[in-house]
């Protein structure tokens, strides 16, 4: 409440002064006031529950024994050598778009000695008119069935067709189970060794093509003699240098 004081304090007042006016504003009432808005809003506003969609995990069933999460048929493996370009003095290359040029030597199955075809080259791109390029395209393959049957299903979501509870469970169908409405779905295991030049971005360009494809299953493991010997069949057969010494700069 305000009030207006319009009291004298005794004192001697020369003729014709103007009168002081003290003004007191009581701002109580104000903060009760804002604090029963405030009480009000917070009862009559409506929460709404997120709509966040969960990511497919590896399973965590007690059936499936540890032995078995470890082992990887000859058909669902997939090897990804990583390997980075340098430039003469010894800094990572740089292509015409200014992104770092990365070697992604890659192979299926059981590693083969003999036929150099049995590894190839890809690197990392981007999409093209929405369609996929490099080694992205090649891990696609892999994992279709199951990138596809995910989309439809998050379509679903956004729809309503199905509820949260419903997307979840169908979501880690998709992530664990072989078949999925009468169709095969095969979850590739991919194996990331990193050359002794390859720089951690290239790591991370790696995993990130796994997560955008929804693979859940790999492995980051050292170069074998094996590949080693893969490397040097790859390098003679296409005429290039494929084994280098250690250039890359700590």
């Known amino acids: 409440m305000a009030q207006i004081d319009t009291s004298n304090d005794g004192g001697k007042k020369k003729k014709g002064a ?25 009862l009559c506003t ?35 050598i990583l390997d980075t370009e340098y430039d003469a003095n010894g800094k990572p290359l740089i292509d015409k778009d200014g992104n770092t040029v990365h070697n992604i030597f890659y192979y299926k199955g059981m590693p083969d000695t003999i036929n150099a075809d049995a590894i190839k080259l890809e690197h990392f791109m981007a ?17 279709e069935k199951t990138v596809v049957a995910y989309d439809q299903l998050k379509q679903r979501f956004r729809n309503k067709e199905i509820d949260k509870k419903t997307f ?51 492995a980051i493991q050292g170069l074998t003699h094996t590949d080693t010997l893969m490397l040097r069949n790859y390098g003679k057969a296409n005429g290039k240098e494929v084994i280098r010494p250690n250039i890359r700069k700590r």
């Open 127 to 143: 999409n093209v008119d929405g369609k996929r390029q490099g080694i992205r395209k090649i891990l696609f393959k892999e994992h």
């Open 168 to 218: 979840d469970d169908e979501a880690k169908k998709l992530g664990t189970d072989s078949m999925m409405n009468g169709k095969k779905l095969v979850h590739p295991v991919v194996i990331i060794k990193p050359g002794p030049n390859a720089t951690y971005e290239s790591l991370v360009y790696a995993i990130d093509e796994l997560n955008g494809l929804l693979i859940q299953k790999y």
């Open 18 to 42: 103007q009168k002081k006016i003290a003004i007191h504003v009581d701002f109580t009432p104000m903060v009760d006031m804002n604090m029963l808005l405030i009480t009000f809003f917070m």
């Open 46 to 80: 409506t929460m709404l529950k997120s709509q966040t969609l969960k990511i497919m995990l590896p399973s965590n069933d007690n059936r499936i024994k540890d032995e078995q999460k470890q082992q990887a048929s000859k058909d669902e493996a997939i090897t990804l």
